[in-house]
């Protein structure tokens, strides 16, 4: 029997995920409960106390099935299993129990677009050139020095690789040992439907579906263009480099997307939550339909820089681009990239900053995505080149969580974790649990409010005209109930008019609750939140 999770979030018609504060959660990195260096689905379980006290409602778990790991779980070679070092489908029960009794969803990373080459399908696959398996894959048969087009793999080269016994190419938009999947072929789609029957039978909440854009490419395998206009927020978008018009984001993808949708839809209140790089921003919301995904990432804060003008931009392209069915999401960091509070010391206060893009994370018009530790300010970990683990450079933002400043952080009783850690002596949960002033305590504060305010989760958005060009200001609505969220991005402090108010909470310590005048300065790098009097 599935409980009904309702009952902890406030009663009201909208839906749980649009209301819902998530946590994802790196389980190799998350806290390990049988000393082997690398966390697991049990360590998990046992830090659901601390995620509900939070103020958590869903944590979304990175790949948990068998893998060899050449990309760290994202190289599937079982989807109906879990990896040994995670623990075992037991263990995801548990973990989806011990969530549920808390009134906390789970949803579980699904990656359709390609397996590992491991994989009991591509094995099969890569045989003969007439295995019943071969078309479940991107063959083409040909000669060694002609690639079938110029697409290149996300992770760098080209996207094909030719494999002499059968004399044809197979695609990978990642690493040699991620074959991509044929959606074209019925069986594949079917057998993926599968695999999503299988994790929603076992309570996973939904998933978030990896690269879901890209699962489908041009069936005439036509070369991509180079790309004419360069985006601010996304390096990788440059001048001159290459458009993914044919091998990403095609119209065909919108019915696979469908077809996964059909299918979580037989279950109750279920989510598909994509990892989507569109190839404009503008069209994020074409993937966001009642019958496509609920809810799909929106990665403009993940490299934008620490300043009012590309947070403005990105949240404007958003709320411009989103219709009124439309939902975004928000996110600060991930496991792909460097943690925002790492990026942002790069110029100036990191943690005085990192409380101001908490405050703009947890009170814009959206799902808000919280990465593990980012909630106790957590930063990169150094990682020398003995110990670096992912083929692409990704292990400073994935270390092990510090719980406190015993060995390794709490992480591991085992002498060596499977990553160094960080600096778990001054940045670590114990620490910061009973201090008011604490990263930690602004988060709850920050979430409690949310969760109090009607306004911050369902109000409208509106910035306020006239603030200075550094600051973001903006006002949350409803019919009864008016916010305004002022955040200062520079520097210098900063005065900004408003008609009154009650300061709810403020990125500093220094600051008194309580009545406020207008103007309001602000200290450099200050966020304050304030109930604006009917
Ligand atoms: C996504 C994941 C990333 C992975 C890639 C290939 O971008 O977030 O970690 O390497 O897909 O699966």
């Known amino acids: 029997m599935r409980r009904d999770l309702s009952s902890r979030l406030p009663q009201h018609p909208v839906d749980w995920w649009r209301r819902a504060v998530f946590y994802q959660i790196y389980p190799r990195s998350f806290a390990d409960s049988n000393g082997d260096g690398v966390g697991d689905l049990d360590g998990v379980t046992a830090h659901l106390d601390y995620l509900e006290s939070v103020g958590i409602d869903a944590i979304w778990l990175n790949p948990i099935n068998p893998s060899p790991l050449d990309d760290w779980g994202y190289d599937i070679s079982d989807y109906c299993g879990i990896h040994p070092e ?108 599968d695999v999503i029957r299988f994790w929603l039978e076992r309570g996973a909440d939904g998933f978030r579906i990896d690269v879901v854009q890209g699962l489908i490419k041009d069936e005439q395998l036509r070369d991509n263009p180079v790309r004419g206009v360069r985006d601010p927020d996304i390096p990788w978008y440059a001048e001159g480099s290459q458009d993914p018009l044919y091998s990403s984001d095609r119209p065909e993808v919108h019915e696979i997307i469908r077809g996964f949708r059909r299918v979580s839809d037989d279950y109750k209140d279920r989510i598909l939550v994509g990892e989507t790089w569109p190839r404009e921003q503008e069209r994020l919301a074409d993937y966001l339909r009642p019958d496509e995904l609920q809810l799909a990432f929106n990665f403009r804060f993940l490299l934008a820089r620490y300043d009012a003008r590309r947070f403005r931009a990105a949240i404007e392209l958003t709320e411009k681009s989103f219709g009124p069915g439309a939902w975004p999401t928000w996110t600060l960091s991930n496991h792909d990239f460097p943690r925002h509070i790492s990026r942002f010391a790069r110029h100036g206060d990191a943690d005085a900053r990192a409380r101001v893009a908490a405050m703009m994370l947890l009170t814009l018009r959206g799902t808000p995505f919280i990465y593990y530790g980012e909630e106790i300010g957590m930063r990169d970990a150094e990682v020398a080149a003995a110990s670096k683990r992912d083929p692409v450079g990704r292990d400073g933002c994935r270390s092990p969580m510090q719980w406190s400043d015993a060995r390794n952080g709490g992480f591991s009783t085992n002498a060596k974790t499977w990553l160094p850690c960080g600096d778990f002596k001054a940045v670590n949960v114990a620490r910061q649990m009973n201090d008011p002033r604490s990263m930690l305590s602004l988060y709850r504060r920050l979430i409690e409010l949310r969760r109090s305010t009607p306004a911050i989760v369902e109000g409208s958005y509106r910035e306020l005209e006239g603030a200075p060009e550094d600051c973001l200001v903006f006002h949350r609505e409803t019919a009864t109930q008016h916010i305004v969220v002022a955040l200062n991005f520079s520097a210098e402090p900063r005065a900004i008019d408003l008609h009154g108010g009650k300061i709810l909470l403020s990125t500093i310590d220094t600051r008194a609750a309580g009545s406020t005048k207008s103007p309001l300065t602000l200290a450099p790098d200050e966020g304050v939140i304030v109930m604006v009097e009917a």
């Open 86 to 193: 995670l623990g075992d489908l037991a263990a995801f029960e548990r973990l989806i129990a011990a969530a549920h009794r808390r009134g906390i969803r789970v949803i579980v990373d699904l990656v359709p677009n390609h397996t590992s080459d491991q994989h009991p399908w591509f094995v099969e696959s890569r045989a003969s050139r007439t295995s019943p398996k071969r078309d479940w894959y991107i063959w083409i048969p040909g000669t060694a020095d002609r690639p079938p087009s110029n697409w290149e793999s996300y992770f760098g080269g080209s996207t094909w690789k030719f494999d002499p016994a059968t004399a044809a190419w197979y695609l990978h938009m990642f690493l040699e040992q991620q074959p991509d999947l044929n959606y074209r072929n019925p069986e594949v789609v079917a057998a993926m439907h």
